[in-house]
């Protein structure tokens, strides 16, 4: 455990050298607002600055990704209207009505290989392109690891279909339906609202992405982890259509190119990284990981 954390640390720190040895380019013609709800010490920050360099460099310093985290730009759920309106230009959109294919897709229990899914992904961002276009959108990168969607207690024998009425920290309508019908009661909740929620006892079990979680030390408050591996997320971080239609081809090539090397070059840090973070839980804190079998985690996707 040790040898992997010192390896996902140094993964990561590797990324943040590339960024600090990149070259002085011409001064940026456009600036992208890029909005996030992930907060600095998560590791997704580094590849979300991996991200604005490969744009720089790509685009010859003619296009500038500015970063703001921690929902500093706009609250986690105004993405939509944050890009269409021009707070943003770039962030994570979720469980949007306006785009109703999307908000019942983008999150869904499933058994896949997680090998492959950068390429499912980019499979999955063609399926849904013309409807993000309708609503004025396009997807320019994925952050992938929301399939790390997973569940926390305050003690380690629930059972998941059995939430006997529990306040569960809830992410959107498929979640919500789940939550239903497992028995529990859904409680929608900002992440950086979290810790305080469960401290207060606005919810008693949480919902959320690994690296979420992890980067908002929730372990303190829901030390007790379920680790199911019952779904496909993918939270694509999209960009107003019409500012990216108004760059030039080289430049448009330029951010998409960024997004998929980005994507692809975070994938091992990443893994490294939440190997380290729960690993320090269950060390440090008292806390607990339980992954199901496959039998019960098929039956659990079956259920829902």
């Known amino acids: 455990m040790l040898k992997s954390a010192i390896r996902g640390s140094l993964a990561v720190a590797g990324i943040a050298c590339a960024i600090a040895a990149v070259p002085a380019l011409q001064a940026a013609e456009t600036t992208l607002r890029f909005g996030t709800y992930v907060n600095k010490v998560d590791a997704r920050y580094a590849g979300f600055q991996n991200f604005a360099r490969l744009v720089s460099e790509k685009s010859n310093g003619r296009v500038e990704v500015q970063i703001f985290d921690s929902g500093t730009l706009h609250p986690f759920n105004k993405a939509f209207d944050s890009i269409l309106g021009g707070v943003s230009d770039i962030s994570p959109v979720t469980g949007e009505k306006r785009i109703p294919c999307h908000r019942m897709t983008s999150f ?112 303190d408050v829901m030390p007790h982890m379920i680790n199911a591996n019952l779904f496909y997320g993918n939270i694509m971080y999209m960009m107003n259509k019409r500012k990216f239609d108004s760059l030039s081809p080289a430049d448009q090539q330029a951010i998409l190119e960024a997004g998929e090397e980005a994507q692809r070059a975070i994938k091992e840090p990443y893994e490294k990284w939440i190997n380290e973070k729960v690993g320090e839980a269950v060390m440090k804190s008292g806390g607990s990981a339980r992954a199901l079998p496959k039998a019960e985690r098929l039956r659990l996707i079956e259920s829902a």
């Open 108 to 219: 869904t229990p499933v058994a896949i290989d997680w090998e492959r899914h950068v390429d499912l992904d980019k499979e999955y961002t063609a399926l849904v392109a013309d409807e993000l276009a309708k609503a004025g959108l396009i997807n320019v990168l994925s952050s992938n690891f929301s399939y790390d969607q997973e569940w926390w207690f305050k003690t380690p024998d629930v059972q998941l279909d059995k939430l006997d009425g529990r306040l569960v920290r809830d992410i959107g309508p498929v979640m919500t339906h789940i939550i239903k019908k497992w028995g529990g009661k859904p409680v929608f909740i900002a992440p950086t609202e979290v810790y305080q929620g469960a401290e207060r006892g606005v919810v008693d079990a949480i919902n959320m992405g690994v690296a979420t979680f992890s980067s908002w030390k929730l372990w």
